[in-house]
T-cell receptor
């Protein structure tokens, strides 16, 4: 069965520092992987997705993620954190033909001035 | 392009009462999803529609939850009777085709509090 593990329920960084949010997946077939961001009292917004075209995926707001099959990982990074990046981030996997998503528990990112 | 619309945004009810949520997906999207997001967890799929047919409702508690998507456009999710553990945010999402890799677009959610 497919699953997603996000290491660290809370991550705190200083403004301008590197952001690294970890995601490991379990899948018996090549997966499609997604990162979504959720701001308070809002729905989820797609940051980026991996669909096997390229292992390094660039998304919105300066975020990117690298698919590493050998490590079953899809970590999200951003070189320099901004205060507006404070939100909750969810990693998700899709491998079933009808496209439903399995989400991780989320990582809440705090950015200190 | 208008996004996914949901109403109401907030709802407070007492246990054993009934409640209904409404969702209008992005125009032209064939697939509609309802997710339940309990505080501190990621969203969990409750039901998936393809046009007006159910594709997956394996995680829907059918003794109390029901959903319909008449005419393949908007959808209603109902809980009757509600339990304390149903307190959560109910998210509606839609996608163009409903196939693997298809992007899902989410509405703002309905926050349900059951007292």
């Amino acid at each position: 069965a497919q699953s997603v593990t996000q290491l660290g329920s809370h991550v705190s960084v200083s403004e301008g520092a590197l952001v690294l949010l970890r995601c490991n997946y379990s899948s018996s077939v090549p997966p499609y992987l997604f990162w979504y961001v959720q701001y308070p009292n809002q729905g989820l917004q797609l940051l980026l997705k991996y669909t096997s075209a390229a292992t390094l995926v660039k998304g919105i707001n300066g975020f990117e993620a690298e698919f590493k099959k050998s490590e079953t990982s899809f970590h999200l990074t951003k070189p320099s954190a901004h205060m507006s990046d404070a939100a909750e981030y969810f990693c998700a996997v899709s491998e079933r033909s009808q496209g439903n998503l399995i989400f991780g528990k989320g990582t809440k990112l705090s950015v200190k001035p | 392009e208008a996004g996914v619309a949901q109403s109401p945004r907030y709802k407070i009810i007492e246990k054993r009462q009934s409640v209904a949520f409404w969702c209008n997906p992005i125009s032209g999207h064939a697939t509609l999803y309802w997710y339940q997001q309990i505080l501190g967890q990621g969203p969990k799929l409750l039901i998936q529609f393809q046009n007006n047919g159910v594709v997956d409702d394996s995680q829907l508690p059918k003794d109390r939850f029901s959903a319909e998507r008449l005419k393949g456009v908007d959808s209603t999710l109902k809980i009757q009777p509600a339990k304390l553990e149903d307190s959560a945010v109910y998210l509606c999402a839609s996608s163009l085709l409903g196939v693997i890799g298809d992007t899902q677009y989410f509405g703002p959610g309905t926050r349900l509090t059951v007292l």
